[in-house]
């Protein structure tokens, strides 16, 4: 082993000169190589099809942020329990099985109460306006 500290680290600056130039030069690359003639159909709308209608800057609907969180919030209770079903049969090895069922049940149970107000406030309805939506 060398004696030089700075020796070890060799390798990832190599590795992190790799990474750099492969991306550059594919991306330089493809602007020589590439076709850069306009026309029509490649200036069209993408994927949908519409044609672009207003400003860029509207509003969305609140419902579609609170959407949003909603699902963020029950992925991160996915991401709970997959553990604990995990190491769920070796608390069953250790006695505590009934301890740690009863701890996930009140977990999903407050969690499914979050679930049945959000429901009954009506946030998963998109139809539904509200008394402060513009048209």
């Given amino acids: 082993m060398p004696d030089n500290y700075f020796v070890r680290y060799v390798p990832l ?44 800057q509207s509003r969305f609907s609140v419902k579609f942020y609170l959407v949003a969180i909603l699902f963020i919030l029950f992925d991160v209770e996915a991401v709970f329990m997959y553990p604990w079903a995990i190491i769920f049969k070796d608390l069953k090895n250790a006695g505590a099985a009934l301890f740690a069922y009863s701890e996930m049940l009140v977990y999903v149970l407050i969690v499914l109460a979050g679930f049945f107000y959000i429901w009954k406030k009506g946030v998963l309805d998109w139809n539904k306006k509200l008394p402060g939506d513009r048209i």
Avoid: R
């Fill in 13 to 56: 600056l190599i590795h992190l000169a790799v990474v750099t130039i492969i991306p550059v030069g594919m991306v330089i690359l493809s602007w020589f190589v590439g076709q850069h003639k306009y026309n029509k159909a490649k200036m069209s709308a993408y994927e949908c099809g519409m044609e672009p209608v207003g400003d860029a």
